[in-house]
Structure formats: C-alpha cells, structure tokens
C-alpha cells in the first residue's frame, strides 16, 4: 500500500511541511530507474542549507519514493535531469484527488508529478501551461500526454451513489487496491443489507484515514499497509519514517526470502484456483444429479407418443417418476420417436460427464493435497541450494510454475475434452504456436476478429460432435460476432495453420477448414 491513494494521501501534508519554501537545486540519475532530486533552503552556493532528499525509485517491478538523510552524488556516471527547475521555489506539495499522483508545485506554476501507478511509475515535468516537458522514464510515452486536469477524479461517494450502483463499492473507491479490497470482501462477506455494508466500508475508510502505519509481512514479503494484516514488524505514525522503512525493509529481502516468496505465491495461487474448481465441479455435479435425467425424458415421450402432435415445440406430459406433470421442448420439425433419440443421446453423453467430472474430482483433491504439501516443505526450507533443489526434483522451478496453462489461457473442460481460449492477439499467438500440437483441433469465428480455440487431441480417438459445437460456441461468444444470431466458425486440424513471417499478433493464414453454424455461448 506504499503507492496507495489514501497513504499518498497523508504523505503529501508532511512532504508540504518539509519542502514548502524550499529551492529545487538538482535532480540526477547515477543508476537505471532511480532518481535522486534535491531541495535546500536558500543559502550560499558552496554549501546546501537544510538539505531534503528524495529517492525515487522506478524500476517496472519495484517503485517507491524513499527519504535519505544525506546522499553522495558520484563524480561519475551520473547525469542532470529536469534543468528547468532548479533555483526554483516550492509552494506547496499536494496529492490529486482519488489518484495515485502527488504534485510539487513550483513559482511559476511549473509542476513535477510523482505518477505512482504501480509498474508505470514515473515523474513527469509539466511548464506554466500544463504541456508535459519531460518525462523520467521514456518508456512511458503515453505519459508525455496525461494533463494536470486528468489526474484529479472527482466521483460521488455518497450512499445514494452505492445504492445507485448496486452495492459495488469498487466503482465509488477504484483507489482501494488489492489489499484493501480482500480486507474487505472478508469483512463483507456474511452482511447483506445495504446499511451495514455501508457502515462497514465507513468504518474501514476511517481506520484507512487514521495516521497509522503497519510495516507488516505478508507471504514473507514485506508490505506496508493502513490497516493490522499480516506478521507486523513496526508501527509508525509518520508516513516518511513508515516508509522508509518498508523501503529498507524490502531491499534488504535475501534471495532465499525472494525466491520461498515467489514460489509460496504461485504454490497458494494453484491451491486457490483449485478449491474454487472443486467448489465449482461439486455444485455442477449436485446439479446434474438432482436435475431430471435426459433418458426419463426420452421414456417419459416414449410412454406417450400417442399424445403428441405433429411439429411439436413444448408439451406438458405426465412424469411418472414425479408424480406430478413435466414441460418438454421439443424439435419440431422431428418426430416425437426422434425427438426421444435426441435425449437417449444426451443421456449418453450425460453419463459420461458425470463419470468425468467425479474423475476430475478425485484428481483434484489429490493434487490440492500435494500443493499443501509443497508449500508445508518448501516453508521449513532454510538454505536457497536446498530450495532449488527441492524445486527441480519436483518440477516446480519459476519457469514451470508461471507458465502453468491454466494461469495461460481460459480452460473449459466438456465431455472428458479440453478446450483452451485465447486472452488476447499476443496470447492467442502463445497458444497456437507453442501450446497447440498438430492434430489438436483449432477453431476462429470467421472473418472477424476474436480469441484463438483449441481442443486438445486424444490420441486415437475422433473429435466428438457435440465438442466441436461447443468449442465452436466458445469461439463465437469471444469474437466481435458474439452478439450475431448466428456465427460462422471455422475449425481444423492446428496443422493447417501458420503464421508467415510479419504478420501482426494474433493474425495466422489457414490452408483448410470447414465451417459450422453456431450461437454463440459463453463459459
């Protein structure tokens, strides 16, 4: 929470009362991604009065602004940045409403603006005009175009507005952030009227607002936090103390406690994502068993073809295994004998979808038992080459464990099939190239642009029907046609499609295919 909006919040007042009336005497750069900016009062050239440092600290994986005490600019290897301010004085030292930004405002109404959005942390210079004349990190460039007035959101916090909203506390407070958001879906979680809810977001808006400052562990990772979570180490009631001690905290981790973090991060992440798949299954399972079964329908129309007219499309039959009567849709233009069929083949398929999903199951709850195992060992582990170890000889070393499918790409699992979606042009690439063997079967919506699909082959086994449809379903429903009454959806063997040399993410040439008809169909 080191860049949340309500630390920033009550970090800017205190860099106000350091650096108000204060000149701006120099900003240099000796490493990659850090910055270090200067500000005295006005003294002698030859000697800094009352000098106050800023680090900034802006790596893509890292960002944090620190306070050193004192800071030796190297003879070499360092370079000046952001000339334009120097001599200049502060006014004042201010946060942008509901934004993750503070702004150092200067005489002459020149700015510099801490933008700390997480991985695109950045510290851009604005001129009298508000137009952008610098930025530190030029990988950013969209930040050359962002505008004093677009960093100040004015939203509606009222509880008429959370009514409005339907109780979505995330459109009101967008700057809340991972931590505090899982804080509170717990403390939410059992409460149902509007009321409370909104006393308890009140509540924890005030402890968020209330000047204390948790450097805390979490995962083996330290954090700083508004709020008690987590293995606390210091409590603080000054921002900039608080927050240079997370700082040292942090950089200060050793490779063991870097690398134990990292994997325990991944390891609990497959653990959640499997009790939510178990969760998930059992309730489809409940529902397939208590639903009525498809073959007591086909008996149910069998019993009384007598009774059903021609072209069909809904009837109300007897069900004499309820004892009571039963609506059926029906295919007008079969008979009613087919129509039976029609269900016979869904029982069918029925059986074997339960089959696979207490399959699925019980291969489940066995893996979540081996991950609570990993996670048991690699905790007690001290040594970072016994780490390392334990993780090759298990398969779970960093490139394995971050490339896991599931985390890849959208999973869909029907009729003992797995189909795998594309999330985006650069990931539907990934899936076609890398994770598509050539006799799995790739699906597109047609002429469109949309997600790449794949069903995975079974070795010696065809591509049942009813999968293609569904796959073909999934295609449609990701594609720019999902709204369509009806969409095109091309499939092939992978084999048959390349992707020439130049082409843009996402885009591949296909040799063959065939085309079915589907609506489309989500997850």
């Known amino acids: 929470m080191h860049q949340n909006y309500y630390f920033l919040k009550q970090l800017a007042p205190k860099l106000h009362d350091e650096l108000s009336g204060k000149q701006f005497i120099e900003a240099f750069s000796q490493e990659k991604d850090e910055l270090i900016l200067v500000f005295a009062d006005q003294g002698n050239e030859e000697e800094l009065v009352n000098p106050y440092f800023i680090k900034a600290t802006l790596r893509?994986?890292?960002?944090?602004?620190?306070?050193?005490?004192?800071?030796?600019?190297?003879?070499?290897?360092?370079?000046?940045?952001?000339?334009?301010?120097n001599a200049k004085q502060v006014e004042y030292v201010s946060v942008f409403q509901?934004?993750?930004?503070?702004?150092?405002?200067?005489?002459?109404?020149?700015?510099?603006?801490?933008?700390?959005?997480?991985?695109?942390?950045?510290?851009?210079a604005f001129d009298s005009h508000g137009e952008v004349t610098q930025i530190f990190n030029n990988k950013l460039p969209a930040d050359k175009s962002i505008t004093i007035s677009s960093l100040n959101r004015s939203i509606d916090q009222s509880y008429e507005a959370y009514i409005q909203n339907e109780l979505r506390h995330e459109a009101l407070f967008p700057t809340f952030g991972k931590l505090v958001n899982q804080h509170l879906a717990v403390l939410l979680k059992v409460k149902e009227y509007a009321e409370?809810?909104?006393?308890?977001?009140?509540?924890?808006?005030?402890?968020?607002?209330?000047?204390?400052?948790?450097?805390?562990?979490?995962?083996?990772?330290?954090?700083?936090?508004?709020?008690?979570?987590?293995?606390?180490?210091?409590?603080?009631?000054?921002?900039?103390?608080?927050?240079?001690?997370?700082?040292?905290?942090?950089?200060?981790?050793?490779?063991?406690?870097?690398?134990?973090?990292?994997?325990?991060?991944?390891?609990?992440?497959?653990?959640?994502?499997?009790?939510?798949?178990?969760?998930?299954?059992?309730?489809?399972?409940?529902?397939?068993?208590?639903?009525?079964?498809?073959?007591?329908?086909?008996?149910?129309?069998?019993?009384?073809?007598?009774?059903?007219?021609?072209?069909?499309?809904?009837?109300?039959?007897?069900?004499?295994?309820?004892?009571?009567?039963?609506?059926?849709?029906?295919?007008?233009?079969?008979?009613?004998?087919?129509?039976?069929?029609?269900?016979?083949?869904?029982?069918?398929?029925?059986?074997?979808?339960l089959g696979r999903l207490n399959d699925s199951l019980e291969a489940r709850e066995a893996e979540k038992a081996q991950l609570h195992e990993h996670v048991k060992k690699i905790d007690a582990i001290d040594s970072l080459r016994e780490?390392?170890?334990?993780?090759?000889?298990?398969?779970?070393?960093?490139?394995?464990?971050?490339?896991?499918?599931?985390?890849?790409?959208?999973?869909?699992?029907?009729?003992?099939?797995?189909?795998?979606i594309g999330r985006n042009a650069k990931n539907n690439d990934l899936l076609t190239k890398q994770y598509a063997n050539k006799e799995d079967l790739w699906l597109h919506a047609k002429d469109v642009t949309g997600s790449h699909v794949v069903i995975k082959n079974q070795s010696g086994k065809k591509f049942p029907a009813p999968v293609i449809e569904r796959a073909a379903e999934l295609a449609a429903f990701y594609s720019k046609r999902k709204n369509d009454s009806l969409c095109p959806v091309i499939y092939t063997p992978k084999k048959f499609v390349r992707k020439p040399k130049g082409l843009p993410d996402g885009a591949v040439v296909v040799d063959k295919e065939d085309v079915v008809m589907v609506v489309a169909k989500g997850e």
Request: aromatic share 12%; proline share 2%.
């Open 196 to 353: 409370e809810r909104w006393g308890i977001i009140q509540e924890l808006l005030n402890e968020l607002n209330a000047g204390k400052f948790y450097v805390t562990k979490i995962e083996l990772i330290p954090v700083l936090s508004l709020f008690e979570t987590g293995e606390i180490i210091e409590t603080y009631t000054d921002p900039v103390k608080a927050l240079d001690a997370f700082y040292l905290a942090y950089i200060r981790l050793s490779g063991i406690e870097k690398e134990k973090a990292e994997i325990l991060r991944i390891l609990k992440k497959r653990v959640q994502q499997t009790e939510n798949y178990l969760e998930n299954t059992f309730k489809k399972l409940v529902e397939l068993e208590e639903a009525v079964k498809n073959d007591e329908v086909g008996n149910i129309i069998m019993a009384n073809l007598h009774q059903i007219p021609e072209r069909t499309e809904r009837i109300e039959l007897f069900d004499f295994y309820r004892d009571q009567p039963i609506v059926i849709k029906l295919k007008k233009d079969q008979t009613p004998q087919k129509n039976a069929e029609g269900f016979y083949r869904k029982a069918k398929n029925e059986k074997i979808e």
């Open 387 to 420: 780490l390392r170890a334990y993780l090759k000889t298990n398969g779970l070393d960093h490139s394995k464990a971050i490339v896991a499918v599931d985390d890849l790409f959208k999973k869909v699992s029907f009729l003992g099939y797995t189909i795998l």
């Open 60 to 85: 893509s994986n890292f960002s944090c602004l620190s306070f050193p005490d004192k800071f030796d600019r190297a003879r070499r290897n360092s370079v000046n940045l952001f000339n334009d301010f």
């Open 98 to 124: 509901n934004e993750r930004a503070i702004q150092i405002s200067f005489s002459g109404e020149q700015k510099l603006v801490f933008k700390l959005f997480g991985n695109r942390a950045n510290l851009i």
